[in-house]
């Protein structure tokens, strides 16, 4: 079963790590997840350009807010975790204000059993809601996040535009 959902540096012994791989370490991710998670860029442009949006760069605040989420899902379980609902029930906006960004517009997409980046993203532009908000005027950047629950990847895409 496929799900998808939709809504509007730490240092340790000495190796620097970002915030995103800190929170990964927490939860399992695939051993080749850098690799998943940087093919979606080129995908998400090409689905922007498609739809007439504009150029997005990645972030590395989003990508602590996604990575948080996706690792979030991970450890709860679909039938324990609202898929929007963060720890202590933090909507998208309050993770990514708690990631250190400053944001004016958000939207969140996430999706439960795709094994790429170029799955997840058809069946997101293949969704209504999730292809709003990939489309999305006004945002400038974005961050990604993937955990696995059992042996289903957990993609978490966020969507930001700055103050």
């Not at 079963?1 to 939860?27: D, G, K, N, W």
């Not at 991710?29 to 498609?50: D, F, I, T």
């Not at 807010?65 to 609902?85: D, F, I, M, S, T």
């Not at 990604?144 to 535009?161: S, T």
């Amino acid at each position: 079963m496929r799900f998808l959902h939709f809504q509007t540096l730490m240092v340790i012994l000495f190796t620097a790590m970002t915030p995103q791989q800190s929170i990964a370490a927490s939860c399992a991710v695939p051993s080749n997840s850098s690799a998943l998670l940087g093919a979606v860029g080129p995908l998400l442009e090409r689905a922007r350009r498609g739809v007439g949006s504009g150029e997005v760069l990645r972030n590395t605040m989003l990508d602590t807010a996604a990575q948080e989420q996706a690792c979030y899902v991970a450890r709860k379980g679909l039938n324990q975790a609202a898929p929007h609902n963060g720890s202590g029930g933090s909507s998208v906006t309050k993770r990514v204000k708690r990631a250190g960004y400053r944001s004016c517009l958000t939207a969140e997409n996430l999706g439960v059993n795709f094994n790429s980046a170029e799955a997840v993203m058809r069946a997101w532009m293949n969704s209504p809601g999730h292809r709003s908000n990939i489309a999305l005027k006004g945002v400038r950047e974005y961050g990604v996040g993937l955990a696995m629950l059992g042996q289903q990847p957990v993609w978490v895409l966020v969507l930001a535009k700055p103050c």
